[in-house]
């Protein structure tokens, strides 16, 4: 059923392309779906003391890149910018699959983060961030009086 919904999908789209722009219309590699907009995508472990989270970032500068923590919740934020448009005179572009824009994405982990002993790192498109969980407070038992 999901293959061939996902064919229908397919054709549906291809039909509108066509319409769209006859004659300039290149289909996807084996039948891959066009990409949605750009998304973050994350890995999240947890050792003892902290969550670890690796986000593929690629194609932005880390002065582009923002990391919110609020309590659980981490907001990432990046914003891809258009370089140089690489279309000569004369050309015409036939498919665009890179994004430009704003994307974010946020997630709650179990646990409140402890945001000044927060770090993070961007190498070669990947963020990874270091978030320590906040300790819970010493319980102290009341006296009932």
């Keep these: 059923m999901s293959n061939q919904l996902s064919r229908m999908r397919g054709s549906l789209f291809d039909d509108l392309f066509k319409e769209i722009a006859p004659g300039f219309f290149i289909k996807p590699l084996h039948g891959d779906p066009l990409p949605s907009a750009a998304q ?5 472990s947890e050792s003892e003391g902290a969550y670890k989270v690796l986000a593929e970032v690629p194609g932005v500068g880390k002065e582009d890149i923002h990391v919110s923590i609020d309590g659980s919740v981490v907001t990432l934020s ?3 910018k ?10 015409k572009v036939l498919r665009s699959e890179r994004y430009y824009g704003s994307v974010s994405r946020s997630f709650q982990l179990p646990q409140d983060i402890d945001a000044a002993a927060a770090k993070a790192k961007y190498d070669n498109g990947v963020l990874v961030l270091t978030l320590p969980k906040k300790q819970a407070g010493a319980s102290q038992r009341l006296m009932v009086e």
Excluded: F, L, P, T
């Design 40 to 44: 973050i995508k994350i890995d999240v």
């Design 82 to 91: 258009q370089h140089d448009s690489q279309q000569g005179e004369g050309e």
């Design 78 to 80: 990046a914003e891809v």
